[in-house]
């Protein structure tokens, strides 16, 4: 488990920590703490204060918790873009609108609402948590399949750090698409946070589709190159797109039907 690192803001931790979020974090990370083992590489990349983004792979429903346990244990709180149907679900939607989390709407006439309260958490001087892919990868071997444009969207409109992460190991808790956890014995998780990218390339460029399209490649390129450090091997050449392959954009995938 990552220790404590002593450059924490500990202004902006008891300013993000609040009773509702000590709350929460006293009840889910002593779970996260008994199935796993957390080992963060270059956790000082984390910024100590102000707003950013952080732009990650997506494996299992589990990842939202490893990033949240890392950001929390280095003195950040994480803001979601979560499923607007996750908000509707008993206990589980209070303790999103509790916590600032952001409700994405699947449908496009959302998406610009979407946005908006993304770069809402942005002003507030906060950390907004995207994963690009949107939902869980379908490449059969986990890599980091094609992405979509909200991130960059947000960052080249707020002007804040985007930061690559990337995390391998969560999947041993919670396969992808399964509901059931493997407890023990406690499973290791790897963590890595990248450095700020670059966005100049696109700064004052018209947010068009090819704009868009050229900065999120590159944010999948950070990302994936994380994940072939943690992974030690090298992610196929070809990025997997799921309507090439004649797979939904969203829902769960049987697998054993191949």
């Not at 404590?4 to 609040?18: A, C, L, M, S």
């Not at 071997?141 to 960059?152: C, H, I």
């Not at 808790?173 to 059931?180: A, G, M, T, V």
Request: proline residues 7%; without cysteine.
């Amino acid at each position: 488990m990552a220790r404590n690192p002593r450059n924490i803001d500990r202004t902006v931790e008891r300013r993000e920590k609040t009773a509702t979020w000590r709350f929460f974090a006293g009840i889910v990370i002593p779970f996260i703490v008994l199935v796993g083992r957390y080992r963060v590489q270059h956790a000082e990349r984390i910024p100590r204060s102000g707003p950013f983004i952080m732009a990650a792979n997506h494996v299992t429903d589990f990842d939202p918790l490893v990033t949240a346990y890392t950001l929390w244990h280095h003195g950040r709180v994480p803001h979601y873009l979560a499923k607007a149907s996750l908000f509707r679900v008993p206990i589980v939607g209070w303790a999103f609108r509790s916590t600032g989390q952001v409700a994405v709407e699947r449908a496009a006439r959302g998406q610009n609402n979407t946005i908006a309260q993304g770069e809402r958490i942005i002003t507030e001087g906060l950390a907004l948590v995207i994963y690009p892919e949107g939902t869980l990868t379908r490449d059969p071997d986990l890599w980091p399949m094609r992405g979509k444009s909200g991130a960059v969207r947000i960052a080249l409109e707020t002007g804040v750090p985007l930061i690559p992460a990337a995390h391998w190991g969560a999947q041993k808790i919670l396969p992808r698409w399964s509901k059931r956890f493997s407890l023990f014995p406690r499973k290791d998780v790897d963590i890595i946070i990248g450095e700020p990218l670059d966005m100049s390339p696109w700064a004052g460029r018209k947010l068009d589709a090819e704009t868009l399209s050229s900065a999120t490649l590159f944010v999948m390129q950070a990302i994936t190159a994380l994940v072939e450090e943690l992974r030690g091997e090298t992610a196929p050449v070809e990025r997997w797109d799921p309507a090439a392959h004649g797979q939904s954009e969203f829902g769960r995938i049987d697998e054993s039907k191949g």
